[in-house]
Every structure is written in C-alpha cells, then in structure tokens.
C-alpha cells in the first residue's frame, strides 16, 4: 500500500489532500474536505481528531448518510460489483472472501435481519476480529436499539478509519490501534531460555476453519524474532498456540518417557483487547507446565 | 462377564477346572491341563505364575503352536468366521471392530508383512493399547529377528493371559495388571479444590477419530468419584483433558474477560506405563494455570 | 497420659466417673456429675455434647463460677503454687513455662488489663495458639464488652475441654479437634515424586525465639511418613517450612550452577484453622519452583 | 569518583595518561607507560586489552612484583598504614572494614596460610563476592599450586583492573563487567502485573550479619524502577528477596484467611554469575506463587 507522509499532507493543495484522505471514511470525502482548512497538522493524532469533529458537528443526515456509504460484510452481490480497495482489503483480512456458501448465507441472514431492524447495513471493523467474533457482536448489538446503534456504527466507522489513516499516513506519532501476541519459553528443566521450539499460532473457528496464523521458531532467548501478532490489532476471538517441546527436549538428550509425557503443547486462550499487548509464555519441563496471562 | 472364585477353582474337578481356564490362552487348554495337579493354589498370583511355568517348560513346538492360535488383528475375514468371546472383547476395546475400510487394509497389510516375514501371526496385548500404539508397537517389532519376535510374543501373550485370569477369578490377591488415570483440580484463585468443573477425557487418534472415554464432573474436593481410568490397564497413547474453567469461574462470580482468557483448557500428554498411576493435575486461576506428571 | 475406655466410664459407678472426669472442665467436677445420669452415652461426641448441655442449662453464676475457676496464662506465681495437670501440659505445650522475664511481664500486663476489665482470666485454648497468636487473640478481645467475652471464655472452655477429652477417653468416634499440616514434594526436573529430601518446619516468632516443629526427611512417595503435624490441633500462628533441594539434585547428579542457585528453600505462610487439613507441596527443578496452599 | 574520557585520555600527554591510569593496576604504572604509545584508542575495550598484552609480554619477575604490590584482604595494620584510594574502596564495598575481631581474625590467619604457601598476597577481586564467597574462594584456591596461583591471581588482578577502568574512563563502548539483578511480580489471580509490592533484597551471611541491599516497591508494571542490583556485578552469594504480598492483596480488598495464608514471601536463592544478567520474578495469588530463574 502507498503511504504519503502528514508532511506531504500539510503541503498538499486542497484537492490533493481531500483525493488522498477520501476514503479513510469510506466514500464520504467531504470528512477531508472539512478538515483540510485546518492544515498544518502536527500530528496524525490531531489529524485523526479533526476528522472525527467534523463528523460529530455534521448533522444527522450526514452521519447517517455515512453509515449508509458502508457496504455490507460479506455480501457476494456487492463484492461482485466491487468494493472499495480498503473494504476489499478489510474483509479478505478477516477471511470473509473465503466464506462457504452455508457461511455466506448466514451473514446474508444476519446483514437482512439488521437492516430491516435499523435501516443500514451491519458495520463492524473487522480488522479488530475473527469471524467468530463478528457473528458474537452482531449477536449481542441486533438487540439494540437505533439510537444506541447509530452511536455504535460510528464508533466502528471511526475504528475502521484510525486503521486507513494508520496505513496510509507516515508521521512520527502513531494512533493507538496497534495490539500485540507474544510468546517466551523459558526451560525450567535447565534454567535457560528455550532456543529452537516450533511455535505455531492458529486462530480456533466455531465458523469455518481454523488457520494457522503464526509459524515461526524461539530464538536463543527464548522469544520469537517478531510478535506472534503485531503492527496490527490482536482480533477478538480463541486461539491456539502450540509449542513442539517434545523434539526440543529430544534433541537436548533430555530422558523422557516413550512417547513423550508432553509432545506439542497447546495453549488456548481467547483475546478480547485488540488494542492491547498480551503475552502468553510457557515455562517448561519434560513433565510440567504453567502458562499465565502476562504483558 | 462371569466370575468364578479362587476357592472353587481349587475344590472343582480336573475337566471343569480345564474348561473354566482353557481359554486363558487362547484355544490352549493344555496349560489349564498342566497346572491342575498344583492345586490348590493360595492366591491367583501362584496361579498366573504355575501357567507361565507351563509355557516356559512346553517344547518350543508347544509354544509355537500357542501363538499361532492367535486370530490376527483386525481381520475382517476371521472377524466373520467367529472369535473366542475374550478375543473379540479385547479388539473391541480397543476399537478394531469399528475401523473404515482404509484402516482394515491398512491393518491387513500390517498382518500379512508380519506373518510373511516370521509365519505366525502378530500378537500384541490390545487392552494395553490405542490403535495408534499397536500400529506404532507393529512397526518397531517389524525389523527384530524371529528369536526376539517370539519371545516378544509370549510375553503378549501372557499380558492377554493375565487380564483375563483377571477378570474371570475373583481372589483375595490381585495381578498387577491396572494402571489409574486421575486428576485433581484445585483453584488457586480461592485457595480451595474446584468443584463442579466439567472434565473430559478423549483418546486422540492419529488413525481414525479421536474418541471420549470420560466426561464428569470434579467433586467438592476437585477430584472425579472415580478415576478417569482405572480397573484396567491405561492404554498407551496420546491424550487430551479438558477442563471447563470458563463456566467454573463464571459461576463463581469472579471476574474474567470477555470472552474469558481461559475457557476449555486442553492438556495433551501421552501414556506409556500402562500398569503405572498416573495423575496430572491443573492448577487454576482465570489467568494462569500449571500442570505436571504426579503420581 | 492414661487413657480409660467409653465402655468402662459407662459402666463405672458414679463416683468413679465423676472422678475420672472431674477435670474435664478445669476444677468444675459439676459437669460430671450432672451428665453421670445420662450414661450409657453412644460415643464421645453425644458424652461431650451432655457436658455442653450440662453448662448450657447451668445458672450464670455457674457458669462465671466455671470461667474463673481458670489460672492465668503464664502466670509465675499461679504455676509456684501449682496448675492442674491438664493446664500445665496445655500452657507447656505451646512454651509458656520457657518465657523470658520480660515476657513473662508482657503477660502478666496482658492478664491484669484483662482481670480488671472483665473480673474474670483471660482464657484461651492453648493448645491451638502460638504465643504470638495468643497476643493476637488478647489484643482482639480486650474492647470487647462483657458479654460477648465471657460468651467467648465458654466456648474456649469447651475447646480446651475437648481436647481434655479426646486424650482421655477412648471411644470408636472422635471429636473433631485434630487438624494436619503435611507436605509433598515432586521433582518436576524428573517427573518424579522426590525422596531423601530434608525437610524442616519452624514455628516463627514475633515474641521470644523461633523453634523447630519437626524435622524429617521425604520418603519414596516424596511425602513424609507422618503429617509435620498431627493427631492435634495445628496451632495458629507463621510457620516456615525449609526443603533441602541442593543437596538433592547434587545427590542425583544434575547440573545445578555452584553454588547452586537453590539451596534450602524456604515456605512462609499462616495456619489460620487449627483444625483444618493445609497441605503444602513444593514442585521444584534446580531453576524453579511453586507452592500452594492444597487440601 | 572523577571520570575522565577516552577521547582526553588519547590525546593527554604522555604524563598526565600514566598519571590517569597508574593505579588501573595497583601500584604498577609501568603497565600504563608501556601502552601509552599504542594511542589512540578506538574503544575502552582496545585499551583494556593493551594493558593485559603487556602483562603477557611482561618478565616472570614483574608478573609476580604486580601480584605482591595488592595488599592483604581485610588486614588492620595495613588499612591503618593506608591503602590505595581504589584498594579502600573495593574492600569497602564488600564490608572488609567493618569486620569483628574474630573476622579479622578469620581473615587474618587465612591470609597468612596462603602467604607462607604461595610468598604473595591472596588476591581476588573484592566487588565480584560478599565475604561469605570470599572464604569459599580462598578455601577453593588454597590446595592450589603455586602455577595455578599466580595465573589466577593475575585473572583476579585483571577483573580488578577491568572494574577501575569502567569506573574512571568514560567511553562509547563498555566493558562486560556488569551485572544485574532483577525481578517482577505478576498477580495471576487478577492477571495484572502487582503495583506497590514491597520488595527487600537481602545478602544473606554466615560470616557476620545479613544485610539489606536494596529496599524498593513495584511499579504499575510489576517491576522496579531501577535493576535491584545493576551497574555492577552482582557478588556471588546468598540472597533472599521478599515481597510483601499480604499487604497488597489486603489493600486490594482481595478474600484472605486471617491471618493471610501469605504475607511477606521470601525466596533464597545463590547467584554465581557476577557478570550475568539474573531475573527472579514472582507469580502470585493469596494461596499460591512461583518463581524461576528467568533472564
């Protein structure tokens, strides 16, 4: 994706600038066009809360009107006819390009049942989770009444937009919309960090498949390289992470049963922060383990 | 299944004693035949140990016809013509009458190499066993030389032996032929044994699907009335408990995430003493938990 | 300390029962003889609970009569002129013969603040306190208002008693008055419970010294072939408990650092119910190790 | 303590350089002399490592007269005669001043043994041991011969010179004479890291009194401010660390027994590493904790 740094942004003609922030709310340029008089910025942050006090002083129209400018998730119809590249983006993160056709008949469901209720469509940032976790809110918001859930679409619709404007814009502060999943294995069997174990993260699905979104390896100190999950929000939802210590104590020449007491470890946990930073470690023998909720 | 006491075994005549114990070794009544001058014998132990005398003293003829009067695993066509009552019981247990048609192959090939290689069937103690061990004990024993490959085989033979004397004499002694599988849970959130979590027990399968073998519920002091397994050997294998601490502390009152960090915690550890006690425990809090191999 | 059978004190004579049970309640052979009638009495448990109705339907004067029939704690002249047998061994047992003058003052302070509020001693089950519990329990009491306290003296007295007659009598029921302190300790380095460990426990001291409890050495189970406490109340107070782990892993030939990064490792914690069963287990490598408070 | 920075020191005179360093090596400036023509130095660690060349390339007889040049550990007369300002210091710092008479007596008669043994000093490099280590070393190095000795005390003379120099020359690279001590508390019954712990590191000793090394409280991230011991080796010996958990679960309003189960938790444990980087964490609840070596 391109990026455009707030520098450029502050320079930039009037027009430059509202082509470049167009779609940070999706097709409502007129959030750009609001704020552009309030050039220079100093940074993205003041630019981010300029745009959503254009939207809070907009009358109700316009605010509803932004609401409706949202397509549908996982509607086959309108992503044949095309979505905005950010909205295409957004749901293939969130593996609704890859629905079956029972799945996509049960969002076709749960979009018709919201919109005939409230008027618009469904909106949800669904880089802040996984399916199962959609399926979860539309459950618990379909209740809700419409002044409670206009209220709600904009603050998904300000989610979605910190996360466009996070990726387009490069400037020396940053919005907080960044979470991150790590992980750290400490040997207890010989005191150290464990170095070499296979660590596998995936992402546990009552809805469709799980799949597998870490693969990586400890590293002398007994953490991976990168986060498991970072540079990104954690989605909401149950995850697994295993960790090969079978092999690991094998190689080391440790004694241990046949087959081993403890082979692939699994730890199931779910995220509910997606904005924040949570740290699963695993301390470990041939015939022990403890995990804990770190940071 | 009938039980017949030690005492009556003792005092019955020469042919019913026979025809009660003629099919502790498979279709070999001459053992029963060899030992029935030893009566009366003080305990089953004494007992088991004059049948094994009678093995070890036979001609090797004898002991090679012995372990050909073995049916082969998982034979579809044998199945069809009629196992020992004890011999369909033990495949049973361990679900070889359940097997899909690729399995039976599978299990057919595993024979026929055997029995090629050494001209007597394959032999292993079922009840000791997951079909994921025996595919595992057929591979290793594969490569050994007949010498060892018939010694192997009495001693399975005599493992067979030993859990249906077992289950057929009731006595004051016992073989020491049952392992126990337990757990206890206790939650260190409180400092107290947690009751009422819902646990589970599944055999996990390489071949074939994973299967249940014990759902219950921990009892006011966090452990199940009635070992997980137990009164019978634990057969070698992979498995996973399952712990419901999401509904437990829920029901507590006590303050978890949304969704809870923890819910269903999994622990995956394999079996490999199947005489042994094993007891794997789970510390818990709605953060943190920690397991180990007790005893 | 002779012991007599419940089936003898139902068949003694009167005289001989109110003899053998005349210092139950200290110098308040009354009881007895009220609760004599009663007999043949089905275990200890209904002989006990006679002797609380007894007090129970008594007359307040009585029942003061019965309080202040009580020494002093620790009291320098009251144990000159002599205690009853049953007081000297309760005050004995938790060091109240051995304290230094100055502590000796300290409860003399205590005992006369209490006597001149109340009119009666302050009493106190001895043999479920440490000495700085019972400083604890006097500084607790001593706002309180008549009533409540010599509500609170009964019930002493009769935890005292029970104590008094659980000693004494024989029977094939017991009172309720014994707790357990007991230990485990599993080598999560082997997977093995872990033998030949020496264990220590100390009662801690805010007033005068510190002293060892108990001192022993785990057996083959890692458990310790006695409770560090029991067949008694466990008296509330600090405890620490020490495990030697150095000497043990440098026994079995594992790599520790030197020296090795634990050695004796200490456990701190409370009893806070004499009559409960606290379990404390160690699960320890070279590197690492847990506790908790188990049942 | 002044420092100076390499930058000056490369272009000092050769004067002002010798005078700068000479007492790097106690009373041995011809070490300096030699390597102040090798200037400019890219780093510290060049300069160290031409000081140690010369050493090397230096005659038999002026290796032992460095060697002899150290004065006694912990001699009376020769502190009252005058050490050098670094000598003080270093002895200072591990309580060599404040001894009783019959440590100094300790002291002395093993200084003696070593002397009439070897014909120079014991030597070892003070900051890297509490006196308890000390003895353990001298006990160690006395069997020594006289070969062994001599290469070791210049090992130690090395260390010795290696913390001065860190200490008096300021550079962009550093010495790896450091070590560092450090912990964190993690609540796992409310799965936050635990702010406001009191936390007390104690050097435990059995020649002469523990002390408090450091005396500190947690921070909203579980952790202190500052390494509990850092900027510094961390001397070999025995430490206990206490945290006082009773305090903040009670502050917290968090259910405890009274008294709590746990209240200040001490955990003991060795360190051997001076220059290593040692992580003792605690995981908590009111019943229940952990702790490993982590780093």
């Given at each position: ?76 119809a ?13 749901q293939?993160?969130?593996g609704?390009d890859?629905?079956s056709?029972a ?9 018709n049942?919201y ?23 539309f ?20 989610r979605?937009?910190a ?37 596998e ?5 009552d809805?469709g ?34 960790f ?22 699994p ?29």
């Amino acid at each position: 994706m391109m990026t455009i740094t707030l520098t450029d942004l502050n320079s930039a003609g009037r027009d430059e600038f509202v082509a470049a922030l167009g779609n940070i709310f999706e097709h409502s340029p007129w959030i750009a066009e609001q704020v552009a008089m309030g050039r220079p910025f100093a940074g993205v942050t003041q630019l981010f809360s300029a745009m959503k006090g254009a939207i809070e002083r907009a009358p109700v129209e316009l605010r509803l009107a932004l609401i409706k400018a949202h397509p549908d998730l996982a509607d086959k119809a309108q992503r044949a006819a095309g979505l905005t590249a950010e909205s295409d983006s957004e749901q293939t993160s969130v593996g609704l390009d890859r629905l079956s056709d029972a799945e996509y008949e049960a969002f076709e469901r749960f979009n018709n049942a919201y919109r005939s209720k409230f008027g618009f469509p469904y909106i949800v940032c669904a880089r802040r989770h996984t399916r199962d976790s959609i399926l979860r809110d539309f459950e618990r918001r379909l209740p809700n009444d419409p002044a409670a859930e206009t209220q709600r679409s904009l603050e998904e619709i300000c989610r979605i937009a910190a996360l466009r404007l996070d990726q387009l814009v490069a400037a020396d502060d940053r919005l907080p919309v960044h979470g991150r999943l790590s992980t750290h294995v400490l040997d207890t069997h010989s005191g150290m960090p464990a170095a070499g174990i296979a660590v596998e993260l995936i992402e546990l699905a009552d809805l469709g498949a799980s799949r597998v979104v870490a693969r990586t390896t400890t590293n002398s100190d007994g953490r991976t390289d990168q986060p498991l999950i970072g540079g990104r929000p954690v989605p909401s939802g149950k995850y697994e992470l295993t960790f090969g210590v079978g092999v690991y104590f094998a190689m080391r020449g440790v004694a241990q049963s046949d087959p081993p007491f403890l082979d692939r470890i699994p730890l199931r946990f779910s995220v509910s922060e997606p904005e924040g930073h949570l740290h699963v470690p695993l301390l470990v023998t041939p015939w022990s383990y403890a995990t804990y909720r770190g940071s």
